[in-house]
């Protein structure tokens, strides 16, 4: 049976870290998120980051625009952030509502304050190995894997499966970074199952729920589940539903060593490692020492 990784409590630590170092910074670093429209997911996303924001310390900026706004005047709030010196990160919550095209308007972002790490510099840099800011949820999936197997992870088999650019292209760099070995695998992948088995570090991305069963895990494998997908529940009642990986929870858990629950699991650290990517920011773009509390 394996070990659950509790992303909530190692969540919780990175942001204690984050507290230590921004009260040992001349300033406190500024994160400002823009949400557009009033979708009630992500008004709640928006609310736990400005939140955590706060708890950590530091200054959050809540711009809020309506579900009618143009692609203009979306690209133009970020301009102004762009342009505003107290301002360290900038976070447009997705999706956007119909019409709009999040690509441009995330490419509208200063790649010195693109903390979640999705502008084509920001990815460019890190496809270099160049200092950058680095995509938030694969971030978290490397320090859950840390968690459970140690901090050096050289020489561990690590299979993504989902190639979005997203998690599953960033993912494999991040832990290529760490000197794994890393296989990204996908849909076209002949024999799926075989290829699983040979990681030490089982990383499902797929967006399908609960695609992966116990017989995809090599015996003892860690398994970083990002998939978060909501299933019908008739067993809670009429129209309920419950949230569930891309790995089927009780039989990977019978065959891994360690595996994060969904929810519970990669989710909560996505936001800390948003806390940790605006400390980052705040030092790269003004010259501060990176504490060292972020560096071990």
């Known amino acids: 049976m394996a070990t659950r990784i509790d992303g909530k409590a190692i969540a919780a630590d990175v942001r204690v870290n984050v507290a230590k170092a921004v009260s040992e910074l001349p300033s406190q670093p500024t994160l400002a998120v823009i949400l557009v429209g009033e979708d009630p997911a992500s008004q709640v996303y928006v609310n736990s980051k400005v939140k955590q924001t706060q708890e950590c310390g530091m200054r959050s900026l809540h711009n809020v625009l309506p579900a009618n706004a143009t692609q203009d005047q979306v690209e133009a709030e970020i301009a102004k952030l762009n342009d505003?010196?107290?301002?360290?990160?900038?976070?447009?919550?997705?999706?956007?509502?119909?019409?709009?095209?999040?690509?441009?308007?995330?490419?509208?972002?200063?790649?010195?304050?693109?903390?979640?790490?999705?502008?084509?510099?920001?990815?460019?840099?890190?496809?270099?190995?160049?200092?950058?800011?680095?995509?938030?949820?694969?971030?978290?999936?490397?320090?859950?894997?840390?968690?459970?197997?140690?901090?050096?992870?050289?020489?561990?088999?690590?299979?993504?499966?989902?190639?979005?650019?997203?998690?599953?292209?960033?993912?494999?760099?991040?832990?290529?970074?760490?000197?794994?070995?890393?296989?990204?695998?996908?849909?076209?992948?002949?024999?799926?199952?075989?290829?699983?088995?040979?990681?030490?570090?089982?990383?499902?991305?797929?967006?399908?729920?609960?695609?992966?069963?116990?017989?995809?895990?090599?015996?003892?494998?860690?398994?970083?589940?990002?998939?978060?997908?909501?299933?019908?529940?008739?067993?809670?009642?009429?129209?309920?539903?419950?949230l569930v990986g891309d790995a089927e929870f009780d039989s990977c858990e019978a065959v891994a060593g360690h595996i994060t629950p969904v929810p519970g699991g990669v989710g909560p650290m996505t936001i800390a490692c948003l806390l940790q990517n605006t400390v980052l920011a705040a030092c790269a773009r003004r010259g501060w020492n990176i504490p060292d509390i972020l560096n071990s």
């Open 84 to 242: 505003d010196p107290e301002v360290d990160g900038i976070l447009l919550q997705l999706p956007l509502p119909k019409g709009l095209d999040a690509d441009s308007a995330i490419e509208k972002i200063s790649p010195d304050k693109d903390v979640d790490g999705l502008t084509e510099a920001s990815a460019g840099r890190l496809v270099l190995g160049k200092p950058g800011l680095r995509p938030c949820t694969p971030s978290g999936c490397v320090i859950l894997a840390k968690r459970a197997l140690g901090n050096d992870l050289s020489g561990k088999n690590v299979v993504v499966v989902g190639r979005s650019i997203l998690v599953g292209k960033p993912a494999a760099l991040l832990f290529l970074a760490e000197n794994c070995t890393v296989t990204i695998a996908h849909s076209r992948t002949k024999d799926l199952a075989a290829v699983c088995r040979e990681a030490d570090i089982l990383v499902p991305a797929v967006g399908r729920p609960q695609m992966l069963t116990g017989e995809y895990v090599k015996p003892g494998a860690v398994v970083i589940d990002v998939g978060i997908n909501r299933i019908d529940a008739p067993e809670r009642g009429e129209g309920k539903t419950r």
